[in-house]
């Protein structure tokens, strides 16, 4: 349907564009031609004075606005602004949908109009108001142009079809909706108001019989409590004045070190709530039938750092726990191995120690999973483009900064890390020559092998220094002759030993990473995360190889009855220095090297606290945790007991003697990162471990709830079995379990789907870039066509403003003549 | 806390429940309220007056408080008032509860200075030196703001015609997971 419209204006002689103007600005030649009559309107409506006119200086209004485009070059993107436009079309730029949207209120109705209709019309998959598609602009197809008089009968039509479609949602759906909305709080009473008043609710209080006031009253004061209730609950939400504390000061790196410190401390409450509940509290009720020779040491103190002596037979390790079915009631006597369920609750201690320990993990790693998954979403961007300055103008300030101070110290925080990221993105674009990017390339090559070589030095000195103190408890088992208080202090050489190597050597790194120069800051962190990480993870794996492949395998040689006692012990000990030599960190590192810098070097800015060193200690404490749990049920409260502990002193350090980071630091990345290392080489590593343990060890003879069996696994192998023998429906429960646990194929088949499925997700990411590439340049040419628009009705204007002062000059004119 | 010195009529009370789950913080909102109206008991839909709404502590050091007296206040003279409801929304925008779409839609609002309904380059500068403060060592050079605002606009300016509309600044602060109030 190809019109021929006809202008009124002369355009068609100097169209540049295209010379198939009908087919392709057709759909627009109506809104054009609208838009002249508009005009038209308008200006016969308000006569132009001659000063308005003399103000819209023809001349320069002339000048073509392309020569000045081309001129500037790659400033392309001004083409809206800096020019100076006539009134008229100011007048109609101002009302374009896209600027109005945020200030009008009809604009607001009818988006939130469209988005109701859309609920409604999905009422049955019910989607959260946050992912609903934006369709912010409402399109130009739809309204045109409106002018004020039209406008307004609009509006109160949207209005209309808003407030049915409110009325048609459930009651939940339409507190969403309200709550969402935009709109000042006089206009959504209105509307509440409209939307009851014609669900005829309306109670007028003055009319309604006195009993039903008083209902009426007993309802408001429920909702008081209810309200107050949910108060009090959301206040006692853990530490929450404490972090909004921490995170107005020193900013979100330093809060997000906190938040993970929260984080691990449920996920100990956790497991210490399904281990106490399951196995330490029916172990502590039911006496233990296995006759102790307590020797009980009179040291209370080293007690506790050892973790020997009087805790070795205590609820704390493996040892204590029985393996025979434990019973209820003081009636029935000691009865055999088997689950007879003749008297009382029989708790059969072996299989459910190893099905609690197998689903504590299985859980705790369900939930890390989902944790990283969703943090991953926050942070990863499905589109290429960084953003980062923007986001960071935009969404820097906290309008929760009170103090005069702390908004000065803000303000300097923001002032810095703009003038680094600008620094950053803009020094990307410099090059360097060969000789000194050789240089650059081969002083990080130098710095990588220093640390590459400490770490193995450290570790082969961890691993030399274990064989000689296991000789050592050797010597010791056999001469029999030994103080036993040496004896005891000489366990705690090997985690004092690690304890100081994973002190020390972080230092170490820093001053190597001090001597590199980097691109940029972030890069800096990654590599001295990575660094840390890789120390970490060798000297775990190696001590790791210290108990399984040494202490396990040959028990008998350095006299242990029960080697898992033992190495719950180890670990323990492990755990309480990590946890000293922390605290002395803290009081070394930080309070005396401000006290130094401040003093002796005279610096004015008190240290920086070091974000990346403390989570990965963080993340080393919680394996080792990981690790002891198979063996020590209790280990996750002694956890929690340091976690406690580590919050308060960190926050009392942090006030006294560091200050926030002028250094960018993107908080949600580094926790996505963070969480990602706990359950990758942390998680992981514990979990296979303990499947290491469980799957091929063989437990002690003499103690502990697997006695006798082959692996801890039998266990599980056992009670099928048994109900198999019990019960013969069941015959095909051993079978089956060997079938589907012990055959490797059922794993590799998992794995490959798996696999399959991440494929799979990823084909959709990818998809999704390229769709969203597509919108991104289309959202360009509509700009384009805007752009083009706008330049057009400019034309449209000087050629009006042209003649009308002719017509008014040659009227002066002819009056003067008169 | 405030349940004493409230003068709020009930009524009103399950009509602001809309917004509001803390029946408590509507309480000490009207008394700061009331406070800041000089003791005068008039009905609570009288204007306080920027000055005086500028006193409040939490005010009195933020950069943005004249703009976000200006965008909450629903007064014919445009002068920067607040009555009560405006009071309660401005308290409301920022509290835990707001939906993301509510603190952006009224960030954009704030930082547009010149009330144009886009930020322009003028409007973007002038953000830049709310946020970096006023003090010679804070302060971004010219050629650092051009380039922040050349970089600003070539990363959130998508239909590139030089200016950050309500729909393009949305879309930026959906991507940014640290936003927060």
């Not at chain 1, 100076?84 to 009809?106: A, E, F, H």
């Not at chain 1, 007991?641 to 993107?666: D, E, H, T």
């Not at chain 1, 979990?687 to 069996?709: D, R």
Request: charged letters at 20%; glycine letters at 6%.
């Amino acid at each position: 349907m190809a019109q021929r419209v006809s202008f009124d204006f002369d355009l068609v002689t100097d169209v540049e564009s295209p010379a198939d103007e009908d087919g392709v600005h057709d759909s627009f030649s109506q809104l054009i031609q609208e838009q002249c009559h508009d005009l038209h309107d308008v200006i016969e409506m308000t006569p132009l004075d001659p000063e308005e006119e003399s103000r819209d200086d023809v001349e320069s209004l002339e000048a073509p606005v392309y020569q000045r485009s081309d001129s500037d070059g790659p400033q392309q993107t001004d083409h809206l602004i800096g020019e100076r436009w006539s009134s008229d079309t100011l007048k109609v730029l101002s009302s374009m949908p896209s600027r109005t949207i945020g200030r009008s209120r009809g604009a607001i109705i009818s988006q939130y109009c469209n988005r109701t209709m859309q609920l409604r019309r999905r009422r049955q998959s019910r989607p959260s108001i946050q992912h609903f598609p934006r369709s912010a602009r409402p399109s130009i197809r739809g309204y045109g142009v409106e002018t004020d008089a039209a406008g307004f009968e609009e509006e109160e039509n949207k209005r209309e079809r808003l407030v049915n479609n409110l009325q048609n949602l459930s009651d939940s759906d339409r507190v969403r909706m309200l709550r969402a909305m935009p709109l000042s709080l006089s206009e959504k009473k209105e509307l509440r108001m409209l939307v009851l008043n014609k669900a005829e609710h309306s109670v007028s209080q003055n009319q309604i019989p006195c009993c039903s006031q008083l209902k009426y009253y007993i309802i408001i004061a429920l909702r008081h409590g209810w309200y107050s209730w949910l108060s009090f609950l959301s206040s006692l939400q853990l530490w929450q004045t404490a972090l909004k504390c921490v995170g107005g000061r020193f900013g979100t790196g330093v809060l997000s070190y906190f938040i993970f410190l929260r984080t691990l401390l449920f996920f100990n409450v956790f497991m210490f709530l399904v281990t106490g509940l399951l196995l330490v509290v029916p172990q502590a009720i039911a006496h233990p039938d296995l006759d102790q020779n307590i020797t009980v040491r009179s040291t209370w103190g080293l007690e506790v750092l050892t973790g020997a002596g009087y805790f070795s037979h205590s609820l704390l390790y493996y040892g204590y726990y029985s393996n025979k079915p434990l019973q209820t009631g003081h009636s029935c006597s000691a009865s055999s191995n088997k689950t007879s369920s003749s008297c009382g609750l029989s708790y059969n201690m072996p299989l459910i120690y190893f099905f609690t320990i197998g689903a504590a993990f299985f859980i705790t790693c369900i939930i890390l999973v989902y944790t990283m998954s969703k943090s991953f979403g926050q942070s990863f961007r499905i589109d290429k483009s960084k953003g980062l300055l923007a986001i960071k103008v935009f969404s820097s300030w906290d309008f929760k900064v009170i103090k005069k101070s702390s908004v000065r110290l803000q303000r300097a925080n923001i002032s810095t890390q703009l003038k680094e990221l600008v620094a950053e993105v803009n020094h990307q674009k410099l090059k360097f020559p060969v000789l000194q990017r050789l240089f650059r390339l081969s002083i990080h090559m130098l710095a990588w092998i220093m640390c590459l070589g400490s770490t193995l030095a450290c570790v082969l000195a961890v691993y030399y220094f274990s064989e000689y103190m296991h000789g050592d408890l050797l010597r010791r088992a056999h001469t029999n002759s030994s103080d036993p208080l040496l004896e005891e202090a000489s366990l705690l050489a090997i985690p004092v030993f690690v304890s100081s190597l994973n002190l020390l050597l972080p230092g170490f790194f820093n001053v190597v990473a001090w001597m590199e120069e980097y691109d940029s800051p972030s890069v800096l962190n990654y590599i001295s995360i990575s660094r840390n990480l890789l120390l970490k993870v060798s000297v775990l794996g190696v001590l790791c190889y210290h108990w399984l492949g040494r202490v396990a395998t040959d028990p008998q040689s350095l006299g242990l009855e029960c080697w898992e006692s033992f190495v719950g012990q180890e670990l323990y000990r492990f755990l309480l220095m990590d946890f000293i030599f922390m605290l002395l960190d803290t009081f070394f590192g930080e309070f005396l090297w401000r006290v130094f810098s401040q003093k002796a070097l005279k610096r004015e800015r008190k240290p920086v606290f070091d974000i990346a060193r403390n989570v990965l200690e963080l993340i080393y404490g919680q394996t080792l945790a990981w690790l002891g749990v198979l063996f020590s049920p209790l280990l996750p409260a002694v956890q929690i007991i340091k976690l406690l502990f580590l919050f308060y002193m960190k926050k009392v350090s942090l006030k006294m003697n560091c200050q926030a980071s002028g250094k960018p630091w993107r908080a949600c990345q580094m926790t996505t990162i963070f969480i990602t290392l706990l359950c990758f080489p942390a998680f992981l590593g514990a979990a296979v471990c303990v499947t290491y343990t469980m799957w091929t060890i063989k437990p002690s003879a003499s103690c502990g709830p697997f006695q006798g069996l082959k692996n801890m696994f039998q266990a599980g192998k056992r009670w099928f079995q048994e109900l198999a023998a019990a019960n013969p429906d069941l015959h095909w429960l051993p079978s089956a379990h060997a079938y589907l646990v012990e055959n490797p194929l059922f794993l590799f088949l998992s794995a490959g789907i798996f696999l399959i499925v991440i494929y799979f997700h990823s084909q959709v990411v990818d998809g999704q870039r390229k769709i969203i590439e597509l919108l991104q340049e289309q959202i360009e040419n509509e700009g384009e066509d805007k752009k083009f628009l706008i330049t057009r009705l400019q034309h449209i204007h000087e050629r009006k403003r042209r003649v009308t002062p002719r017509r008014v000059k040659e009227a002066s004119e002819d009056s003067s003549y008169s | 806390m405030g349940g004493t010195s409230s003068k709020l009529p009930k009524d009103l009370l399950s009509e602001y429940q809309v917004r509001l789950t803390h029946v408590m913080c509507l309480f000490r909102a009207h008394k700061i309220f009331s406070e800041l109206q000089g003791g005068e008991n008039g009905p609570y839909s009288s204007r306080v007056s920027m000055q005086k709404i500028l006193t409040l502590p939490e005010l009195k050091a933020n950069p943005f408080r004249k703009r976000l007296c200006h965008v909450f206040s629903t007064s014919d003279m445009k002068d920067g008032s607040l009555n009560f409801e405006d009071f309660l929304d401005l308290l409301s925008a920022f509290s835990d509860t707001a939906t993301l779409e509510i603190k952006s839609h009224y960030a954009f609002r704030i930082f547009d200075f010149d009330d144009d309904g886009t930020l322009d380059a003028r409007d973007l500068e002038k953000l830049v030196n709310c946020l970096t403060g006023e003090t010679d060592d804070t302060r971004l050079t010219a050629e650092e703001m051009r380039q922040l605002i050349s970089n600003i606009l070539e990363e959130s300016d998508i239909d590139k015609d030089g200016t950050v509309n309500l729909s393009e600044f949305q879309h930026v602060i959906s991507r940014s997971p640290d936003f927060v109030r």
